[in-house]
């Protein structure tokens, strides 16, 4: 990654710009991790709209001060994207690599409405250390990073620290002192701080010899609060709004409206080893626009891409707090949930893909510029490449456009959709019911595409896929070799 990093880096240090469409590209050292290991911090944009200014060198960040912050974009929003938490889960690293290798396209239509509309922060790796090491979920540690976003350390988890702090500058447009929310229990207990709690779990459950057993990523049943206004930022419970007996240092989620937050989206990159698939997970939010304005993204990754599984992405509150059977540490303290509790952020997501293969192919619509014709998918979902996976990334840029209504290649007008308003309409009467308070136990979105494979022997399947096209559902019959691994 350093290699191809550093090559990126002479190409553009070389390269005069041309125009206000030309890319804006820096890089950044945000810190050095507990191996002292570089974590980098990629700004990718253009040049319109570019101020004077400079962005701020936080506390406690940045320690290369020969190297200058990059410039403000005053009128432009921020996409937050970050892989490799989990040093294990590869496939993060190609679709980011697909969506980098986008953005730094001159000649690419998408890519350059994607420049001028926004400013893409970009870490490609936030664990470096587990990498080098070889760990599959931890750092050099043994401690899931992906749970420390509540209440991270500087000293103990400064990966995680440097991005929270970045996402809370980027949101503010200023940086503001980071405080607390506290629940009774912890607000009882003088103590309880952040490395304490973080000690004790994981040294109860989280060592080193658990790790490999941690792959199956089993979780537990435990009932969750479904009045999430806070989370307590030293436990990750859920703190409800109304109470008036409760610690609340900080303004926390809502103090800025979304249009007046300088964040757009924040996605973390992950892999995932039994859930067949790509897809998202997102939150739960009490109103039924702000659950259509979540689960938007995911449905038109589904128009845009081959191998998206919108069937398999999940925006139930009880997947926000679950716990991990093993360590018992809530998502809560993902990036993910956090985040979301953090800034109010609506479109702040985990999209995961599986190492090996899907259940279904999607039959995508052309483009406005390609000519109405029949959709193409294969017999079979394909095993999973890296090619595969840095399609998903560019996959990442059309569907980013398509929110606003600014993709120059949709593909919506030639959907079953028509329109982004026919997307949201069908999200309204399709999936909201399944989302509601009253049916929260649910873990996916149920609706009709299923998968069915039966065994005709132990090596060979009849297969039969349902498929998606133009609004018109297709069974495809077709023998195949299928791996269940």
């Avoid at 400079?54 to 990059?70: A, D, I, S, Y």
């Avoid at 924040?266 to 997102?282: N, P, R, V």
């Avoid at 998502?331 to 109010?344: D, F, H, K, W, Y």
Wanted: positive net charge; proline residues 5%; charged residues 20%.
């Amino acid at each position: 990654m350093q290699k191809m990093l550093a090559n990126i880096d002479a190409k553009f240090v070389t390269m005069p710009p041309i125009d206000n469409d030309d890319i804006y590209y820096v890089r950044e050292c945000v810190c050095r991790t507990l191996d002292n290991r570089r974590v980098d911090l990629l700004t990718v944009t253009s040049r319109k709209g570019i101020s004077s200014s400079r962005e701020t060198r936080l506390k406690n960040l940045f320690p290369e001060e020969n190297v200058g912050r990059p410039h403000r974009f005053p009128d432009k929003k921020t996409i937050f994207i970050s892989a490799r938490v989990h040093p294990g889960e590869t496939p993060s690293s190609f679709v980011f690599n697909g969506l980098l290798h986008l953005l730094l396209n001159r000649e690419d239509q998408i890519a350059i409405v994607l420049r001028r509309m926004y400013v893409f922060k970009l870490i490609p790796c936030l664990n470096p250390d587990g990498v080098a090491r070889g760990h599959y979920r931890t750092d050099a540690r043994g401690v899931n990073l992906n749970r420390m976003y509540l209440n991270p350390s500087l000293t103990l988890h400064p990966s995680i620290y440097a991005a929270r702090a970045l996402i809370r500058y980027y949101h503010y447009g200023y940086e503001r002192a980071d405080l607390s929310t506290l629940c009774p229990s912890c607000l009882d207990d003088p103590s309880a701080d952040a490395a304490t709690r973080e000690q004790e779990g994981h040294h109860s459950g989280n060592v080193i010899s658990s790790k490999v057993s941690n792959m199956s990523l089993e979780e537990s049943n435990t009932p969750i609060c479904l009045q999430l206004k806070r989370l307590c930022t030293i436990c990750g419970s859920p703190v409800k709004h109304s109470s008036t007996d409760l610690m609340d240092k900080s303004s926390g989620r809502g103090d800025v409206s979304p249009n007046d937050s300088g964040l757009f989206l924040y996605m973390d990159l992950h892999g995932h080893a039994s859930k067949k698939g790509i897809f998202i997970y997102g939150n739960h939010f009490d109103t039924p626009e702000q659950n259509v304005e979540c689960m938007l993204l995911a449905k038109l990754m589904s128009i845009n891409n081959h191998n998206f599984h919108f069937t398999a992405c999940n925006f139930s509150e009880k997947n926000m707090f679950i716990k991990d059977k093993r360590d018992g540490m809530s998502r809560a303290g993902s990036g993910r949930v956090a985040i979301s509790t953090l800034t109010g952020l609506v479109k702040s997501y985990t999209l995961e893909c599986n190492y090996n293969t899907g259940r279904l192919v999607n039959i995508l619509p052309p483009t406005v510029k390609e000519r109405q014709q029949k959709g193409y998918a294969l017999a079979v979902p394909p095993k999973y490449s890296p090619s595969v996976f840095e399609e998903v990334g560019r996959s990442l840029g059309a569907s980013v456009l398509d929110l606003t209504g600014n993709n120059p290649l949709t593909r919506l007008p030639h959907s079953e959709f028509h329109s982004l308003n026919g997307v949201m309409d069908w999200l309204r009467t399709n999936c909201l019911q399944e989302f509601s308070e009253s049916n929260h136990t649910t873990n996916n979105i149920k609706v009709e595409t299923k998968v069915q494979l039966v065994a005709e022997d132990q090596a060979t399947y009849q297969s039969k896929i349902r498929y998606s096209s133009f609004g018109t559902e297709k069974y495809i019959e077709s023998s195949s070799i299928v791996s269940t691994s």
